[in-house]
């Protein structure tokens, strides 16, 4: 069976929801999660399941000294559900063309540095768009930049609020990202 690493560093919803669709279909399994902050709720998510989890330092992230670890599990695919911090050169260049990213907007609008969550849908509410979306894109050195792989958009009622938008688009990133990865892995 194919198997993938995930990195995240929040509530881990779209991890848990990953994890959830790869057992019910049997599809895939996930090596390894990796965070980047020690009290993020995905850690928990991932004991429960027996995942084993790396938590890193920025300094041992930008060092090249981890990635033969993650070599190591053979990742097929590398997901980055809700990881914040910009990739590495060495990182990308060791898994080219295997690393995607899942971003709550329909890039290339309202992405780039900074640009992450709530920050997000605010910026979307503010500019008063008629829609918004998920976008899933592979990852390259520079911030939501990669080549596209889908987008996915929703309507948004002059009346949502950013958190409305946000469930929106939570709703579209639950479905959809669990479905891209089976389908990138066959
Ligand atoms: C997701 O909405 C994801 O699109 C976003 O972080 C959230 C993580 O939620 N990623 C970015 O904004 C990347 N720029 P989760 O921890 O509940 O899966």
Redesign the pocket.
């Known amino acids: 069976m194919k198997s993938i690493i995930v990195f995240?560093s929040?509530?881990?919803?779209?991890?848990s929801n990953i994890v959830q669709y790869a057992k019910t279909n049997n599809a895939f399994s996930i090596a390894l999660l990796v965070v980047n902050k020690e009290d993020a709720p995905?850690i928990l998510l991932a004991k429960e399941q027996a995942i084993p989890v790396l938590l890193l330092n920025k300094e041992v992230f930008n060092s090249s000294e981890w990635i033969a670890t993650l070599a190591a599990y053979r990742p097929s695919l590398i997901v980055l559900?809700?990881f914040?911090w910009k990739l590495p050169e060495n990182l990308v260049t060791a898994f080219a063309g295997k690393i995607i990213?899942?971003?709550?907007s329909l890039l290339p609008k309202h992405g780039g540095k900074g640009?992450?969550?709530m920050r997000?849908h605010n910026a979307v509410k503010e500019a008063n768009e008629k829609e918004t979306g998920i976008t899933i894109h592979y990852v390259n050195e520079h911030y939501?930049e990669g080549a596209i792989i889908m987008q996915e958009k929703t309507a948004i009622n002059a009346i949502d609020a950013p958190e409305e938008i946000a469930k929106k688009?939570?709703e579209l990133?639950h479905h959809f990202l669990p479905i891209t990865i089976h389908s990138l892995l066959k």
């Open positions: 995240a929040g509530a881990g919803s779209n991890f995905v559900a809700g914040l990213n899942i971003h709550p640009m992450y969550g997000v939501d688009v939570q990133e």
